[in-house]
Nanobody
Framework: QVQLVESGGGLVQAGGSLRLSCAAS?????????MGWYRQAPGKQRELVAS???????NYADSVKGRFAISRDNAKNTVYLQMNSLKPEDTAVYYC?????????WGQGTQVTVSS
C-alpha cells in the first residue's frame, strides 16, 4: 500500500512562511494523479486547500489564493506546498492525498501553528 508522509510543519508567527512536503512511497500512479493538500482545524471538517494536476495545473481555495503555491516533483513522488503570509486562521493539521477521490491511505499530517 502507498504511504503518504507529510513534513515541514511547525510554529511560525503571522506573516511568516513554511514549506510543506508530502512524499508518496512505492506509487506507480502518483505521476498520473491530481494531488491535493488538505487541512483540518480543530472542530472543523477537512478542507481542500490546493490541488495540482499531473500536468501542473493548479487550483486554490479562495482563502489561500495569492499566498500559497502548490508544486510537484513526479520523479520524487513528492508534492509541495509553499505557504507565505501565514495567518492565525491557517492553523491546522495539513495532509496530502489524491483529488477528488482519496486513492491513498491518509498520512499522519503535519501540524502548522500560526501565532498572532
Amino acid at each position: 500500500q502507498v504511504q503518504l508522509v507529510e513534513s515541514g510543519g511547525g510554529l511560525v508567527q503571522a506573516g511568516g512562511s513554511l514549506r510543506l512536503s508530502c512524499a508518496a512511497s512505492r506509487s506507480t500512479i502518483f505521476s498520473l494523479a491530481t494531488m491535493g493538500w488538505y487541512r483540518q482545524a480543530p472542530g472543523k471538517q477537512r478542507e481542500l486547500v490546493a490541488s495540482i494536476s499531473k500536468d501542473g495545473s493548479t487550483n486554490y481555495a479562495d482563502s489561500v489564493k495569492g499566498r500559497f503555491a502548490i508544486s510537484r516533483d513526479n520523479a520524487k513522488n513528492t508534492v509541495y506546498l509553499q505557504m507565505n503570509s501565514l495567518k492565525p486562521e491557517d492553523t491546522a493539521v495539513y495532509y496530502c492525498n489524491t483529488h477528488p477521490s482519496f486513492l491513498f491511505y491518509w498520512g499522519q499530517g503535519t501540524q502548522v501553528t500560526v501565532s498572532s
